[in-house]
């Protein structure tokens, strides 16, 4: 039997995040579910606001059976929001320690930026 993750939680992980307290706002413009050696992987293109114009990464985070469970399909609605929190935490807490290398599998890619200027 086939293991897949829940439809509902993309629709959950695509509402914008952050914006507040020196965090710029943060949103998932694509987002990818595969299963590698028993982990759950992510790979989301995000778009990272702020004053200075928008960026955006590709963004790849990996999760053990014990959290990715929350993620699966006919998981409660509540499990869907934890797992979603974790992602959103992890995504802030890599864009905070972007410049340092932070721990993290993957490195993230950065795709584009826009300074917000016109020409």
Known sequence: MAIGVSSELRDVLEE???GT???PRISFREIEFDFRNG???????VVVSRAKGDETWKVTLSFEEADHRSALDGAPRAALEWFALMVRENVMEWWHTRRQGPNMPFAAQKIAHDS???S
């Open 16 to 18: 914008p995040f952050g």
């Open 21 to 23: 307290l020196g965090d």
């Open 39 to 45: 982990r759950l992987v992510l790979v989301g293109v």
């Open 116 to 118: 917000g200027g016109s």
